[in-house]
C-alpha cells in the first residue's frame, strides 16, 4: 500500500508538518508515524516542507500535539538507504514519552507494512487517573477495561462478584448497584487503595429485559443506582474528569423512513427501558454536581457472531423454519440503526481521550446511519441460512388486536415463541436511523463495521457450530440440534 504525501512546495523551506492527530501503525519494521487511517485502511503519511518524500521520512524523537511540528532528521530516505536510517518514531497525542528510538523505520518498503492499528494499542501506561468501569463482567464492559488496560495508571471494574478474573491489568470490586453500603464501599476500596483523581467513570451498569411492563428493578438498578454512584463519587471527595452514561438511542421518538434522529430530537420512550434512562439521564444532570457528563445514547450492539437478543431471535426463527418467521406486525419497511460492539469501544475511548474538552452534559448519538429495513434483514438472512427467499407478510393495523393475542398464546404454549411478547405489537414500526454529525465532529469517530456486512459472519458461526451458536446467544437448542448432540431434556 504505497503511502500518500501532500505535494512538496518548492519555497517551503519550514519545518515539517504533521497533519492531523498523529496515529501510530506497528510492524516489522518498527513504528511509523502517520496522519490519518483512511477509510480503506490505506497507509497516509502527509507531510509539508522539506524532507517529504513518498519513500520515508526521518523523525526526530519528540512528543507531538495535534498540529505538532517534527524536526527533519538526516537527509534522503530513499529505498536504497532505508535500512540503514536510524531514527525514532514520534508519539501519538496523548504520551508523555516517546515511543522508543527504532532502526531502520518505514523507508522504502512502506508498501509491504502490515494494515494499521489501533494507536490505543501502542500508547504507553503514562495517562493519569483511575478509568471506572460499571457493569464490568458484561461483554461491553469486558471490552472497554481490555482497551483501557494499561494506557491508564488503573482500570477497576466495578460489578457483582464473577468468578472469572478480571481482564489482565485490571483490578475488580464486587458491588451490588442497588445497595448504599456496597455502592459506599466499593468506592472506599478504590480510594483507599489506588486514590482519589478519575479519569472517567464509564456508566453501563443497567437493569434490561424484553418483557416490556413496568418493573422495579430499572428504579433500583438503572435509576438509583446512577444516583448513588454520583452521590458516593461527590461525597468522598473523588476528583472526577468525566462521568460516561451508557444510554440508548431509542430515548428519542421514532422517525419515519427519510428521517434521522439527531440530539436534539424529541425525547418520548415507548416502552419501560428506554424511560429507565430517560429518567436516569434527568437524575445525571441534577446530582453530578461539578462532574461533567456524557451522555452515550447508543445503537443496538451487535458483533461477529451476534450477540444482540433481537437479530439472534429473528435468525432463530428462521433457522427452525418457525411459522412466526414469515409474519411481521408492523411495517416491514422499518428498521433501526446497530451498532458493532468494536465500533462502540472505539467511540467510548474518543469520549475519554476528548475529557475536558466536552460540554458539561453532553448528550452524543453513535450508530449506524443506515437504518436496514426488516424486510432486508429478512431476505438477508433467509438466504444466507436456508438459500432461498422469504416471504414475510405484514399482519394489517386493524388485525394488531389479533397478533397480541396470538403472541401472548405462544408466549404461554409449549413450544411457542416465548420471545414476542403482546406489546411489541405496538412498536414493531418504530424506526429509528441516526444522524451522527456530532460523533464525527466532535469525536473524529464513525462506524468502521456495518450489520450489512457482518451477516454473513453470523451466519456462517451458525453454521460452522450451531449449538455453540446457540448457547453464544443464550437460546434454548431446538430439539433437532438436542437430537444431534444426544440432549433429550430441557436446555
Known amino acids: 500500500m504505497p503511502a500518500e504525501t501532500a505535494p512538496h512546495r518548492p519555497d517551503a523551506d519550514r519545518q515539517p508538518v504533521?497533519?492531523?492527530?498523529?496515529?501510530?501503525?506497528?510492524?516489522?519494521?518498527?513504528?511509523?508515524?502517520?496522519?490519518?487511517?483512511?477509510?480503506?485502511?490505506?497507509?497516509?503519511?502527509?507531510?509539508?516542507?522539506?524532507?517529504?518524500?513518498?519513500?520515508?521520512?526521518?523523525?526526530?524523537?519528540?512528543?507531538?500535539t495535534e498540529q505538532g511540528t517534527v524536526a527533519r532528521q538526516g537527509a534522503g530516505t530513499d529505498a536504497e538507504r532505508a535500512g540503514d536510517l536510524s531514527c525514532g518514531a514520534t508519539s501519538v497525542v496523548?504520551?508523555?514519552?516517546?515511543?522508543?528510538?527504532?532502526?531502520?523505520?518505514?523507508?522504502?518498503?512502506?508498501?509491504?507494512?502490515?494494515?494499521?492499528?489501533?494507536?490505543?494499542?501502542?500508547?504507553?501506561?503514562?495517562?493519569?487517573?483511575?478509568?471506572?468501569?460499571?457493569?464490568?463482567?458484561g461483554r461491553i464492559g469486558d471490552a472497554v477495561m481490555r482497551r483501557f488496560s494499561g494506557r491508564f495508571s488503573t482500570v477497576v471494574g466495578f460489578d457483582r462478584k464473577s468468578p472469572a478474573p478480571p481482564p489482565p491489568g485490571c483490578v475488580s470490586?464486587?458491588?451490588?448497584?442497588?445497595?448504599?453500603?456496597?455502592?459506599?464501599?466499593?468506592?472506599?476500596?478504590?480510594?483507599?487503595?489506588?486514590?482519589?483523581?478519575?479519569?472517567?467513570?464509564?456508566?453501563?451498569?443497567?437493569?434490561?429485559?424484553?418483557?416490556?411492563?413496568?418493573?422495579?428493578?430499572?428504579?433500583?438498578?438503572?435509576?438509583?443506582?446512577?444516583?448513588?454512584?454520583?452521590?458516593?463519587?461527590?461525597?468522598?471527595?473523588?476528583?472526577?474528569?468525566?462521568?460516561?452514561?451508557?444510554?440508548t438511542m431509542l430515548v428519542h421518538r421514532?422517525?419515519?423512513?427519510g428521517q434521522f434522529i439527531n440530539e436534539d430530537w424529541?425525547?418520548?420512550?415507548?416502552?419501560?427501558?428506554?424511560?429507565?434512562?430517560?429518567?436516569?439521564?434527568?437524575?445525571?444532570?441534577?446530582?453530578?454536581?461539578?462532574?461533567?457528563?456524557v451522555l452515550l445514547r447508543i445503537a443496538g450492539v451487535y458483533d461477529d457472531l451476534c450477540h444482540s437478543i433481537p437479530l439472534a431471535h429473528q435468525i432463530q426463527r428462521i433457522f427452525e423454519r418457525q411459522l412466526t418467521s414469515h409474519l411481521y406486525s408492523g411495517a416491514t419497511a422499518h428498521g433501526q440503526s446497530f451498532l458493532h460492539m468494536a465500533d462502540l469501544v472505539d467511540a467510548i475511548e474518543s469520549v475519554v481521550d476528548r475529557r475536558g474538552k466536552l460540554a458539561p452534559l453532553w448528550p452524543v448519538l453513535v450508530g449506524e446511519p443506515e437504518a436496514l429495513s426488516?424486510?432486508?434483514?429478512?431476505?438477508?438472512?433467509?438466504?444466507?441460512?436456508?438459500?432461498?427467499?422469504?416471504?414475510?407478510?405484514?399482519?394489517?393495523?386493524?388485525?394488531?388486536?389479533?397478533?397480541?393475542?396470538?403472541?401472548?398464546?405462544?408466549?404461554?404454549?409449549?413450544?411457542?415463541?416465548?420471545?414476542?411478547?403482546?406489546?411489541?405489537?405496538?412498536?414493531?414500526?418504530?424506526?429509528?436511523?441516526?444522524?451522527?454529525?456530532?460523533?464525527?465532529a466532535v469525536l473524529?469517530?464513525?462506524?468502521?463495521?456495518?450489520?450489512?456486512?457482518?451477516?454473513?459472519?453470523?451466519?456462517a458461526a451458525l453454521k460452522a457450530d450451531p449449538v455453540a451458536w446457540y448457547r453464544e446467544n443464550g437460546l434454548p437448542l431446538p430439539s433437532r440440534l438436542k437430537q444431534a448432540t444426544g440432549r433429550t431434556g430441557p436446555e
Do not use: C
Open 254 to 257: 421514532p422517525a419515519e423512513p
Open 374 to 440: 426488516y424486510d432486508e434483514l429478512q431476505h438477508t438472512f433467509a438466504r444466507l441460512i436456508q438459500g432461498e427467499d422469504w416471504e414475510t407478510i405484514e399482519v394489517p393495523g386493524p388485525l394488531a388486536p389479533l397478533a397480541k393475542v396470538g403472541a401472548w398464546i405462544l408466549d404461554k404454549v409449549p413450544g411457542g415463541d416465548p420471545f414476542i411478547k403482546p406489546w411489541m405489537i405496538d412498536r414493531a414500526s418504530d424506526h429509528y436511523a441516526l444522524d451522527i454529525s456530532r460523533a464525527r
Open 94 to 137: 496523548g504520551l508523555e514519552q516517546p515511543f522508543t528510538e527504532i532502526t531502520g523505520v518505514g523507508g522504502g518498503h512502506m508498501s509491504s507494512l502490515p494494515d494499521p492499528v489501533n494507536a490505543s494499542a501502542l500508547r504507553s501506561s503514562t495517562d493519569s487517573g483511575i478509568v471506572i468501569v460499571t457493569g464490568s463482567n
Open 173 to 247: 470490586v464486587p458491588v451490588e448497584m442497588t445497595s448504599d453500603e456496597s455502592v459506599w464501599q466499593g468506592l472506599s476500596m478504590i480510594r483507599d487503595h489506588h486514590g482519589e483523581r478519575v479519569a472517567s467513570v464509564i456508566h453501563l451498569a443497567a437493569y434490561y429485559d424484553f418483557l416490556g411492563a413496568p418493573s422495579p428493578m430499572y428504579d433500583e438498578i438503572t435509576v438509583r443506582g446512577t444516583e448513588r454512584l454520583l452521590r458516593g463519587l461527590q461525597d468522598l471527595n473523588f476528583q472526577v474528569d468525566q462521568f460516561v452514561f451508557s444510554s
Open 18 to 64: 504533521l497533519l492531523g492527530e498523529p496515529i501510530a501503525v506497528f510492524g516489522e519494521r518498527g513504528i511509523w508515524a502517520i496522519g490519518h487511517l483512511g477509510d480503506e485502511q490505506r497507509l497516509l503519511v502527509r507531510v509539508e516542507g522539506p524532507g517529504s518524500t513518498r519513500d520515508g521520512l526521518g523523525f526526530e524523537r519528540r512528543t507531538l
Open 266 to 293: 424529541p425525547m418520548e420512550a415507548t416502552w419501560e427501558y428506554p424511560a429507565s434512562k430517560i429518567r436516569t439521564e434527568q437524575v445525571i444532570d441534577a446530582e453530578r454536581g461539578e462532574i461533567p457528563a
Open 444 to 459: 473524529d469517530w464513525e462506524p468502521k463495521y456495518s450489520l450489512r456486512q457482518t451477516m454473513p459472519k453470523m451466519i
